[in-house]
């Protein structure tokens, strides 16, 4: 009998963290509003950098992470970062902030060597959100 009221203690626990698991950026973009938000926010790069062009494939070839919900401004936010693959994160990342629904969104480039590039106009608030998700 203990034995079975721990499996199931540890089931419940197991199932209660999946459920607690933040959404990946290829898992947001199947949302019609992410999707849209964050290939308009990507058009004026055109194919600048190649691995931005793959964060708008459900299975494209980037580093993905989970998301998480930010508060910026006393506004709630949803913020994911990706990464080019092959590289560390710290050399060439990208982080993308959603509002709740996903129908706005900016973002910061980021790779050694060039000029860091702020998208969609963000506010100083959303900035240091930005930037401090890459560092």
């Known amino acids: 009998m203990r034995r079975l009221i721990v499996v199931a203690m540890g089931l419940s626990l197991f199932m209660g963290s999946a459920r607690a698991a933040e959404p990946y950026l290829y898992e947001l973009i199947k949302q019609p509003a992410y999707r849209t938000s964050l290939a308009a926010l990507l058009r004026p790069l055109g194919e600048r950098?190649?691995?931005?062009?793959?964060?708008?494939?459900e299975?494209?070839?980037?580093?993905?992470?989970?998301?998480?919900?930010?508060?910026?401004?006393?506004?709630?936010?949803?913020?994911?970062?990706?990464?080019?693959?092959r590289m560390d994160c710290t050399e060439?990342?990208?982080?993308?902030?959603?509002?709740?629904?996903?129908?706005?969104?900016?973002?910061?480039?980021?790779?050694?060597?060039?000029p860091e590039t702020y998208l969609g106009a963000p506010s100083d608030g959303q900035k240091l959100v930005l930037d401090g998700a890459l560092r």
Do not use: I
Not at 49 to 57: A, I, N, R, T
Not at 95 to 111: H, N, S
């Open 49 to 57: 950098d190649g691995y931005l062009v793959e964060v708008l494939k």
């Open 59 to 85: 299975k494209g070839n980037y580093l993905a992470f989970p998301s998480r919900q930010v508060t910026v401004d006393g506004q709630p936010y949803r913020l994911v970062t990706a990464c080019e693959p």
């Open 92 to 114: 060439s990342g990208s982080a993308f902030l959603f509002t709740p629904a996903g129908d706005r969104a900016w973002a910061l480039v980021y790779r050694t060597g060039m």
